[in-house]
């Protein structure tokens, strides 16, 4: 930040917190007592932004404009001072001077006026002598009385705790934060425009279930007292989007929040964004297509290119995405084939060989997803489809007709990172059952995160669901990797937090 009155008595660094507030609550109050109390303005006038004057200086020199946003900056220099403006996407100076503004204005300017208020200035576009372009002041306007400081220039707000919990601070201080979460809703918006160019229909499932499946995950529970019977946050989209599909919307996709009650990392969040989508008629290699182009679609939409930085990496979504069994990914890193591997009692002489810590109720299937994230997952950087995953570990996935252990299933990895996972859709409702009873008992051996029967979506299955394809990705993930974030609570504009005392 600029600095402040320099004949101040002392600096606002300087004065405690509740002296400071109690010094701006008393220029409000005689504010108030003028008669110009900011608080009672209900709409003020803004023509341009800042951005908008300075990409279009030439068309706006000398034209007159109304420039509204919070006072991050002044420089007061006897009888004219500058003030710098921050709006919604960028910052412009304006020349404030008595001989424009008016002597009773342009000391309430310097004595009721404090840095991180909002106001409103009129006035004509310029440029000064050092060539920057500015707002010569004609009439300004105090709209907003801010009774708490900015976080001071040199040190900014740099504690992540308090960036995550004070992100109406952040997003005033740290340019670049607010950049990150434009980004998002382009994300987004271009998630929306890719899908509905192509013929799917967005639509809305419920948040609370009686059966939250899906995906393996343990859920929130609660209770609806209108009904008196316990219900949960749903984990997944899948099951009510597979409806939809059995009633004929052929291409559907949901954006929603989902909730699974796990542990918070740098890329895990309890509550999160996911997307699904499902296509009738088509399959796992139909939703590969769709995922690689339209992963190449957001890049040059959002990045304006498809090669991308994520931190020391360079990757490069313009390429064909490589498509690698889990099988074979195992074999290339982990040296172990198993194709060769006969029984889950081979299976867990091979993982105790390789330090690859099992339960006692795991499988081969599930060994083998293990020896997967622990050997495979963070060789792969650039675009990779890991496909045909074990049926023990897939209970919602169509098998392959030539080896039924397995499933059509992809999951897309890029920077070491699962970005989506996607299926040949299981609609065969005898098998699914089967399916689901392995899930339940796969429940009763302790395994929190295991679907349960769900007899309504049994139901639907049985009416006849086409073969279909279907996808989830998690957004949030995705805008990290486009935005070069290094945690997903950098991507979500309120992460989960503990309470503060003072929150409860």
């Not at 110009?36 to 803004?46: E, G, H, S, V, Y």
């Given at each position: 930040m600029a600095d402040e009155i320099k004949n101040a008595s002392a600096s606002e660094e300087e004065i405690d917190v509740n002296e400071f507030r109690q010094i701006r609550v008393d220029k409000l109050?005689?504010?108030?007592?003028?008669?110009?109390?900011?608080?009672?303005?209900?709409?003020?006038?803004?023509?341009?932004?800042?951005?908008?004057?300075?990409e279009n200086y030439d068309a706006l020199e000398g034209?007159?404009?109304?420039?509204?946003?919070?006072m991050i900056a002044r420089r007061i220099m006897g009888k004219a001072s500058f003030a710098t403006i921050q709006d919604k996407l960028g910052r412009i100076q304006s020349y404030i001077s008595i001989n424009d503004v008016g002597e009773e204005g342009y000391t309430a300017f310097k004595k009721a006026w404090d840095i991180g208020d909002i106001i409103e200035i009129k006035g004509f576009v310029f440029k000064t002598r050092t060539e920057e372009i500015s707002v010569h002041a004609q009439e300004i306007r105090l709209l907003s009385k801010s009774l708490l400081p900015l976080p001071e220039k040199f040190h900014g707000l740099t504690n992540t705790d308090t960036r995550y919990?004070?992100?109406?601070?952040?997003?005033?201080?740290?340019?670049?934060?607010?950049?990150?979460?434009?980004?998002?809703?382009k994300v987004i918006s271009s998630i929306r425009r890719y899908l509905d160019e192509r013929g799917f229909m967005e639509v809305e499932t419920p948040m609370l279930v009686s059966n939250a499946g899906g995906a393996a995950a343990r859920p929130f529970e609660t209770h609806y007292n209108a009904l008196n019977e316990d219900v949960k946050l749903r984990i997944s989209l899948e099951l009510y989007l597979k409806r939809l599909i059995v009633g004929g919307l052929e291409k559907v996709y949901e954006i929603g929040r989902v909730f699974r009650n796990e542990g918070v990392d740098t890329r895990h969040n309890p509550e999160f964004t996911l997307m699904e989508l499902y296509q009738a008629y088509t399959d796992y290699h139909g939703m590969m297509d769709l995922t690689e182009d339209m992963f190449r679609y957001l890049a040059k939409e959002v990045c304006d290119s498809t090669e991308i930085t994520y931190g020391?990496?360079?990757i490069d979504l313009g390429k064909p995405f490589e498509r690698l069994t889990m099988i074979d990914a195992v074999k290339k890193y982990a040296g172990v084939d198993f194709d060769a591997i006969k029984s889950d009692e081979e299976a867990k002489k091979i993982a105790k060989e390789h330090n690859i810590e099992f339960e006692d109720r795991h499988k081969k299937g599930d060994i083998l997803n293990l020896f997967f994230e622990e050997f495979c997952e963070d060789k792969l950087i650039q675009p990779t489809f890991i496909m045909d995953h074990p049926v023990d570990i897939s209970p919602l996935t169509k098998r392959k007709p030539e080896k039924p252990e397995y499933v059509e299933r992809f999951e897309l990895f890029i920077n070491g990172w699962e970005m989506c996972n996607a299926y040949s859709e299981l609609n065969d409702p005898i098998d699914q059952r089967e399916r689901f009873k392995l899930q339940d008992a796969a429940a009763e051996a302790g395994d929190e995160e295991a679907n349960h029967t769900d007899e309504d979506f049994l139901n639907a299955l049985e009416i006849g669901m086409p073969p279909t394809g279907g996808i989830g990705y998690g957004i949030d993930r995705l805008v990290m990797l486009l935005t070069d974030s290094p945690a997903i609570r950098d991507v979500l504009l309120f992460p989960t937090m503990k309470s503060l005392p003072n929150d409860k």
């Open positions: 109050k005689a504010l108030q007592e003028e008669g110009k109390d900011p608080f009672q303005i209900t709409t003020a006038l803004q023509t341009h932004e800042s951005v908008e004057i300075k034209k007159t404009v109304s420039i509204c946003g919070r919990r004070q992100r109406y601070l952040d997003l005033i201080v740290n340019p670049e934060v607010k950049e990150t979460f434009i980004k998002r809703s020391e990496h360079k």
